[in-house]
C-alpha cells in the first residue's frame, strides 16, 4: 500500500510568516508531485506541481522536493489569511501505465490576522 | 475550455435508494478518478478509468458500487442500495497524460437520509 504522509496539524501561524508544509511518501519510484488547497466544502485546487529534485518558486509559494528522503514540502511566504485552507500532498504511482494519484490526508493551516 | 463537470451538486437519497453521480472530463482528458471525502477527512481514491476500461478499482468496496466511463458520455459512479455511511462529498478528477495534474470538478454532495 503506497503511501503519503502530512504532518497533522493543525498549523497556525501569524498574517505575513512563513508556512512550512511537510509530506513524505512511501513510494520510491514516484516522479510527479502535486499541492492542493481545499477551502472548507469546496474542491481541492492545484497550487504548484514539481517533478525534480530541488525547489520550484511561483509567487509566494516554494516546493521543496528531495527524491532521495522521499519529502515534498510547501513554504508559503508572507502568509495571507486567505491561504487559510486544507493543504493536499499528492504522489503519482509509478507502476507502469496506472496513472494513479495518491493524497495525503491534508494539513489545516490557519493564517491569523 | 470547460473544466471538469460533475452532476448533481447537491443528492438526498433515502436508505436502500441507488445514487448515480455524473463526471465529465475536461475536454481532450482520457483519464477519470473518481475519490470519496468524508468530513474532516481526507480524500480517498475509488476507481480509476480510462475510456471503456476500469485501470484501477483497488479503492472501490467490493459490493454495491460500481463505475463505468463509456465510449459516449460521461463517467458514472453508481452506487446501490444507499446507505447512512455513503454520505459523502463525490469528486471527479480528470488528467490527459502522466507528468499532468489533476483537475477536480466540484464534487457531488450525497446525503443519505
Known amino acids: 500500500q503506497k503511501e503519503v504522509e502530512q504532518n497533522s496539524g493543525p498549523l497556525s501561524v501569524p498574517e505575513g510568516a512563513i508556512a512550512s508544509l511537510n509530506c513524505t511518501y512511501s513510494d520510491r519510484g514516484s516522479q510527479s508531485f502535486f499541492w492542493y488547497r481545499q477551502y472548507s466544502g469546496k474542491s481541492p485546487e492545484l497550487i504548484m506541481s514539481?517533478?525534480?529534485?530541488g525547489d520550484k518558486e511561483d509567487g509566494r509559494f516554494t516546493a521543496q522536493l528531495n527524491k532521495a528522503s522521499q519529502y515534498v514540502s510547501l513554504l508559503i511566504r508572507d502568509s495571507q489569511p486567505s491561504d487559510s485552507a486544507t493543504y493536499l500532498c499528492a504522489v503519482m504511482d509509478s507502476g507502469g501505465s496506472n496513472y494513479k494519484l495518491t493524497f495525503g490526508k491534508g494539513t489545516l493551516l490557519t493564517v491569523n490576522p | 475550455n470547460a473544466g471538469v463537470m460533475q452532476n448533481p451538486r447537491h443528492l438526498v437519497r433515502r436508505r436502500g435508494q441507488e445514487a448515480r453521480l455524473r463526471c465529465s472530463p475536461m475536454?481532450?482528458?482520457?483519464?477519470v478518478y473518481w475519490y470519496r471525502q468524508l468530513p474532516e477527512e481526507g480524500l480517498k481514491f475509488m476507481v480509476y478509468?480510462?475510456?471503456?476500461?476500469?485501470?484501477?478499482e483497488s479503492g472501490m468496496p467490493k459490493e454495491r458500487f460500481s463505475a463505468e466511463f463509456p465510449k459516449e458520455g460521461p463517467s458514472i459512479l453508481r452506487i446501490q442500495q444507499v446507505v447512512r455511511g455513503d454520505s459523502a462529498a463525490y469528486f471527479c478528477a480528470s488528467l490527459s497524460d502522466y507528468n499532468s495534474p489533476l483537475h477536480f470538478g466540484n464534487g457531488t454532495r450525497l446525503t443519505v437520509t
Open positions: 514539481i517533478y525534480s529534485n
Open positions: 478509468l480510462q475510456k471503456e476500461n476500469i485501470i484501477d
Open positions: 475536454k481532450g482528458h482520457s483519464h
